[in-house]
């Protein structure tokens, strides 16, 4: 296992904090006070009770860096080169329903660039962290994608779009695609734990529309370090910017992208 930097101690120190609440709160779902945000995308004192947490320990440990939170929104820091960018609960819908696949993940940015990530599975106690040019781990074991090179043997990860939101009609043209070419498709609810399971091996690739940067952040930064390919849907970089994302080993990326493209119509 290769020796952890300051900076991912700094993040595993501040998740392994924030995963106590949420366990905690997992335990008593019954007191937990829930509010909706969309038609079906809520959010819990849980959720904001560990983006608290987050917020405080890495605002200790780096006064000066900005944020970008789910529930917070963005903070300016004094240092304009580094961001964290927090999702305090990733799979919130799973965590109300008791479903213990759920993760907290900690980007960072530095220099516009993704520099760093961690995604933490409390209940399943598995920490990932990866750090630009250091290499993928998974409780201290260094990941590798996936090597299977042909699309009908793959197993592939993607999340459904809730009610409420614009993408439904393209998603159905996606699933449809993918349905008829590869092996088989996951749908588990947490797009952290998604990346980090392309990372680690398990699913050959993963996609989704419509995510927002505290989604991804750490998991583009675990695929690319597990020697993984990171693209938006349109095969650009627009990942953080309402792109949608498609992470895959990298002998699957062009043809997943290829199929997908199908999907799109032209012109759009
Ligand atoms: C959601 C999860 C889910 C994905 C949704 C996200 P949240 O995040 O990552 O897998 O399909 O698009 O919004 O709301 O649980 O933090
Ligand atoms: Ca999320
Ligand atoms: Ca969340």
């Known amino acids: ?11 595993v120190a501040a998740a392994k ?6 366990v905690r709160d997992l335990g008593e779902l019954e007191n937990l006070q829930v509010s909706r945000k969309g038609p079906a995308d809520y959010v819990s004192k849980a959720d904001r009770r560990a983006e ?19 529930e917070a929104g963005a903070i300016d820091g004094t240092d304009t080169s580094n961001r964290w960018i927090i999702d305090p609960l990733d799979g919130t819908t799973n965590f109300l329903h008791g479903i213990p696949h759920f993760a907290i993940s900690i980007g960072l940015e530095r220099d516009s660039e993704l520099f760093a990530g961690v995604i ?6 598995e920490l990932y962290v990866a750090e630009k040019g250091g290499g993928a781990f998974l409780n ?17 990860a993607t999340g459904i779009p809730f ?10 043209r996606q699933i449809g695609l993918v349905m008829g070419t590869c092996a088989g498709i996951r749908r588990y609810g947490s797009a952290a734990l998604d990346l980090a399971y392309v990372a680690a091996g398990r699913y050959d690739g993963y996609w989704e529309n419509g995510l927002f940067p505290w989604d991804v952040a750490a998991g583009i930064v675990l695929v ?8 938006d849907l349109a095969g650009g970089r627009r990942m953080l910017a309402g792109g949608g994302i498609l992470a895959a080993n990298p002998v699957l990326h062009a043809p997943l992208a290829a199929l997908l493209a199908q999907a799109t119509p032209a012109g759009s």
């Open 1 to 11: 296992m290769a020796l952890r930097s300051a900076l991912i101690n700094v993040m």
């Open 17 to 22: 904090k924030a995963a106590k609440g949420l």
């Open 52 to 70: 608290e947490i987050l917020h405080a320990e890495l605002r200790k440990a780096r006064p000066a860096y900005g944020f970008l939170m789910e």
């Open 120 to 125: 933490y599975s409390p209940v399943y106690d």
């Open 140 to 156: 201290g074991r260094r990941l590798r994608v996936s090597g299977r090179p042909k699309l009908d043997d793959a197993l592939i």
């Open 163 to 172: 009610r409420g939101t614009p993408s439904h009609d393209l998603f159905l």
């Open 224 to 231: 690319r370090e597990a020697g993984g390919f990171v693209s």
